[in-house]
């Protein structure tokens, strides 16, 4: 059974720091590219990150420099991570972990972040 369960989500004030983690099982995902995307109340979910099997990495432009994606590819569960640096009021989503190839797709449940002095 496939999971992507993701953690790290909460309440940080402006400027603040926040790790995010994904544990995705269930099936062989060292092949996978792993992505994390976030949705605003209101807005249509959107890239904020991604990582290919070989370590490649694409930032949406309002984080550039501020996130960095990284993963850690263990014997039978991929772990993709978010640190999220200089958090802005912005930023305040619910984060959503994505592990995907050509031919699957895979979406874990989402954790909220909160950005508020």
């Known amino acids: 059974q496939v999971q992507l369960v993701e953690s790290g989500g909460g309440l940080v004030q402006p400027g603040g720091s926040l790790r995010l983690s994904c544990a995705v099982s269930?099936?062989?995902?060292?092949?996978?590219?792993m992505g994390w995307y976030r949705q605003a109340l209101g807005k249509e979910r959107e890239l904020v990150a991604e990582i290919t099997s070989s370590g490649a990495t694409n930032y949406a432009e309002s984080v550039k420099g501020r996130f960095t994606i990284s993963r850690d590819n263990a014997k039978n569960t991929v772990f993709p991570y978010l640190q999220m640096n200089s958090l802005k009021l912005e930023d305040a989503a619910v984060y959503y972990c994505?592990?995907?190839?050509?031919?699957?797709?895979?979406w874990g449940q989402g954790t909220q972040v909160t950005v508020s002095s």
């Open positions: 269930g099936r062989t995902f060292s092949g996978y590219a």
């Open positions: 994505r592990a995907y190839s050509n031919y699957y797709n895979f």
